[in-house]
């Protein structure tokens, strides 16, 4: 059966804290990993992974993947209060589906 | 560019009614997708259409959801009679070429 896995569930840190977000997936013909953002609404778009190994970064926020192991990490240096949201990840399989985990909540408090 | 567009942002219904969702993809889309978001499942995939064709709608719930895409730039979600286990947030997204997705604001639909 297929599934992506994310945890923590939850994660209350403080500002300036470091904190890592993981994802775990078992999906048929794997095609690449995403990373979303979401706040209010509307999750947004952070990063897409297709190879292994090769970090992906935008400001404080950076991704990997591991294709052997199944797995990508989001993390977060110097985290601030609009850091506070929930992360998705989702895998790209068969062709054009997107398998979405259950999401991490980040509470980053001041 | 606007984003992909969807109405209503909110609709209140009683049990039994119809319910029908639009939802706009970005102009040059050729992918959309539905998805439902709950507490308890997450963001489910209910159906998704690749050049206004249904591909896979091995996620629509049962036979009270129906979508269509009777054109590139236009699709409905719609549930008919409606029940309060179907309130959720509703969400739809496009892409192009099946890269990465972009969503709407969503249809936050209640059920009572």
């Known amino acids: 059966e297929d599934k992506v896995v994310q945890s923590p569930l939850s994660l209350v840190v403080h500002e300036g804290d470091t904190v890592t977000l993981n994802c775990s997936y078992e999906?048929?013909?794997?095609?690449?990993l995403l990373w979303y953002k979401q706040e209010k609404k509307a999750p947004t778009f952070l990063f897409m992974l297709t190879s292994s190994g090769i970090e992906k970064k935008s400001g404080r926020l950076s991704s990997i993947l591991d294709k052997k192991e199944l797995f990508s990490i989001l993390n977060i240096t110097a985290t601030q209060t609009g850091d506070s949201a929930v992360y998705l990840c989702?895998?790209?399989?068969?062709?054009?589906?997107?398998?979405f985990g259950s999401g991490t909540k980040l509470n980053v408090k001041p | 560019d606007a984003g992909v567009i969807q109405s209503p942002r909110h609709e209140v219904t009683e049990m039994g009614q119809e319910v029908t969702l639009r939802c706009k993809p970005i102009?040059?889309?050729?992918?959309l997708f539905w998805y439902r978001q709950t507490m308890m499942r997450g963001l489910e995939l209910l159906i998704y259409f690749n050049n206004n064709v249904p591909i896979d709608d091995s996620g629509m719930p049962e036979d009270r959801f129906s979508a269509k895409m009777p054109n590139a730039s236009f699709s409905t979600l719609k549930i008919q009679p409606s029940e309060p286990r179907d309130s959720a947030v509703y969400f739809c997204?496009?892409?192009?070429?099946?890269?990465?997705?972009?969503f709407g604001s969503g249809t936050q639909l209640s059920v009572l």
């Open positions: 989702a895998a790209k399989y068969n062709f054009n589906k997107f398998y």
């Open positions: 997204a496009s892409t192009l070429d099946g890269e990465k997705l972009f």
């Open positions: 999906v048929t013909n794997f095609r690449s």
């Open positions: 102009s040059g889309h050729d992918y």
